[in-house]
């Protein structure tokens, strides 16, 4: 069994920042990718940004420059430190690590349960 926990979400005003964190635990054998993505009320689920394993990083146009993902692979750990925040930016915001939990086996999106971003005056 895996789980997939983040936190860090809340309430900021326009311009502020917050960081978001994903913890990653159970029976993982090996973790290929890890990002996050969000959704907005009424709107579409949308890649925010990606860390692939080797790969370096990919964001959505929206948030380059103002997003960064980062890893702390001893901690199976994901981070999204959000700057300059927007009220365009507030989402739900999911953790999705693509992982495998044995030798030879598919990798397999498992998805948080998500955090609440609000930015609003």
């Known amino acids: 069994q895996v789980q997939v926990v983040e936190s860090g979400g809340g309430l900021v005003q326009p311009g502020g920042s917050l960081r978001l964190s994903c913890a990653v635990s159970?029976?993982?054998?090996?973790?290929?990718?890890m990002s996050w993505h969000r959704q907005a009320p009424g709107k579409q689920r949308e890649l925010v940004a990606t860390m692939p394993n080797g790969y370096g990083t990919t964001y959505a146009d929206s948030v380059k420059g103002r997003f960064t993902i980062s890893r702390d692979n001893s901690k199976n750990t994901v981070y999204l430190q959000m700057n300059n925040l927007k009220p365009e930016d507030t989402a739900i915001y999911y953790c999705?690590?693509?992982?495998?939990?044995?030798?030879?086996?598919?990798?397999?999106?498992?998805w948080g349960q998500g955090t609440q971003v609000t930015v609003s005056s």
């Open positions: 999705v690590v693509d992982l495998s939990t044995f030798r030879g086996g598919v990798p397999y999106d498992y």
């Open positions: 159970g029976n993982i054998f090996s973790i290929w990718a």
